[in-house]
């Protein structure tokens, strides 16, 4: 017999249910508005601030959005916003748990150099001019820019794989990992370092080298990994 407490339910959490029950079914779809908050408190028999706490939940959820002084809005989920809801917890846990930043590392190496690869099989004429793009803006971006130039030539290569997914990925890692790059930017020689290596990727995806490409991509992170970490070690 299972004799652990019965958890009391607060009513936001049913209200919560409720309203995403009758999401799910279609009843409301991408675009359209939720009823007032008046009409879901006399459909569901409850106070003000259980409807408007349910509604803050789904908004928080990527459900739906809300403006002042307007009726809830229900909205289609995009990886962007499901990874962006993730950024405060992954900046937490890197904080606190040393060894979470070298898994992400690795998570890193293992899901660029895949992408890498994709990248060479699947481009197309635009995406390698956009990635030539990302390569001159580098080239002439301030120290203070590089690190956002840097994610724009990692994204693009995910974006080129034709998985909408993936740049919503690896921008998301970038963002998590950000105070970590941008230390690794100011580290004599990085730029000319990394501007160089991406070039190489970029010479490897235009090639349609698969195999090379994904090797590129992965002696970049690893070498960059590998060259910074004693310096980033050390006492400041």
């Known amino acids: 017999m299972n004799s652990e407490p019965?958890?009391?339910r607060k009513l936001y959490q049913d209200v919560l249910e409720r309203v995403m029950a009758r999401i799910s079914a279609?009843?409301?779809?991408?675009?359209?508005?939720l009823p007032s908050e008046r009409e879901l408190m006399d459909a569901y028999k409850v106070g003000r601030p259980a409807?408007?706490?349910?509604?803050?939940?789904?908004e928080r959820s990527g459900i739906v959005s809300i403006s002042h002084g307007e009726r809830a809005r229900v909205v289609l989920p995009t990886a962007e916003?499901?990874?962006?809801?993730?950024?405060?917890?992954?900046?937490?846990?890197l904080s606190v748990e040393p060894r979470s930043l070298d898994h992400l590392k690795e998570a890193r190496?293992?899901?660029e150099a895949g992408l890498a690869r994709l990248a060479a099989q699947r481009a197309d004429e635009a995406g390698l001019a956009q990635l030539r793009q990302c390569i001159s803006d580098h080239r002439d971006a301030s120290l203070d820019d590089f690190l956002r130039r840097d994610i724009a030539f990692h994204r693009q290569i995910a974006a080129m794989s034709g998985n909408p997914i993936f740049p919503a990925v690896v921008d998301g890692m970038l963002t998590w990992l950000g105070e970590y790059y941008r230390t690794l930017v100011r580290v004599p020689g990085a730029e000319s370092l990394t501007l160089q290596e991406h070039q190489r990727i970029y010479d490897m995806i235009a090639a349609r080298d698969a195999e090379g490409a994904?090797?590129?991509?992965?002696?970049?992170l690893n070498r960059a990994?590998?060259?910074y970490r004693p310096l980033l070690d050390q006492p400041s």
């Open 26 to 33: 279609g009843e409301f779809a991408p675009g359209e508005t």
């Open 225 to 227: 990994n590998a060259l």
């Open 214 to 220: 994904e090797r590129a991509m992965a002696d970049h």
């Open 51 to 58: 409807i408007r706490e349910a509604l803050q939940q789904l």
């Open 81 to 93: 916003s499901l990874v962006d809801q993730m950024t405060g917890a992954a900046r937490y846990l």
């Open 109 to 111: 190496v293992f899901l």
């Open 6 to 8: 019965i958890q009391r």
